[in-house]
């Protein structure tokens, strides 16, 4: 099986995991992009319900506003109004599904994941997901609710 084969059945298999339900986001302040569809697997209702040491797939569709020779991920917890970063498996978005460099009209899939650390705290909160462009802008960002348990 040459290496194309296998890229994309790595990328198949990728999707097939975070293939969700699409939820109802509050964007949080898109700048260069414009956001069409938050896809969480699994999270068939709001708040979406995360169970520690459990993995859950996010598959983001939007529109490049910009043109942007990288793009750099930043999840975070906002709990009472103060941010609280959580950890991605990969942080560069031109790892995560989008081909870069990425193009001005550019139609895009951001696809990662999420480990809810069994560390966190049984709690609920807003978490907010951002994808920062070359110059630091949001190309996209938005925020939902989950509630993390045991």
């Known amino acids: 099986m040459g290496t194309g084969c296998c890229v994309a059945a790595a990328s198949l298999?990728?999707?097939g995991l975070v293939a969700g339900d699409p939820v109802k986001y509050k964007d949080c302040g898109s700048e260069s992009g414009k956001l069409l569809v938050v896809?969480?697997?699994p999270c068939?209702?709001?708040p979406c319900k995360l169970i520690k040491?459990?993995?859950y797939g996010v598959n983001v569709t939007f529109v490049s506003l910009t043109e942007s020779v990288s793009s750099k991920a930043e999840?975070?917890?906002?709990?009472a109004g103060v941010p609280i970063p959580f950890t991605l498996p990969n942080d560069d978005g031109c790892q995560s599904g989008i081909r870069c460099p990425i193009r001005?009209?550019?139609k895009c899939n951001y696809?990662?994941?999420l480990l809810i650390k069994s560390m966190?705290?049984?709690i609920k909160l807003e978490v907010e997901w951002m994808l920062k462009d070359d110059k630091g802008k949001n190309i996209f960002c938005w925020v939902i609710p989950v509630e993390i348990s045991s």
Do not use: F, W
Request: proline fraction near 8%; hydrophobic fraction near 35%.
């Open 13 to 15: 298999l990728l999707l």
């Open 39 to 41: 896809d969480i697997s």
């Open 44 to 46: 068939p209702s709001l």
């Open 53 to 55: 040491e459990k993995t």
């Open 75 to 79: 999840v975070r917890g906002i709990l």
């Open 104 to 106: 001005k009209n550019q």
């Open 111 to 113: 696809i990662n994941t």
């Open 120 to 122: 966190y705290p049984s």
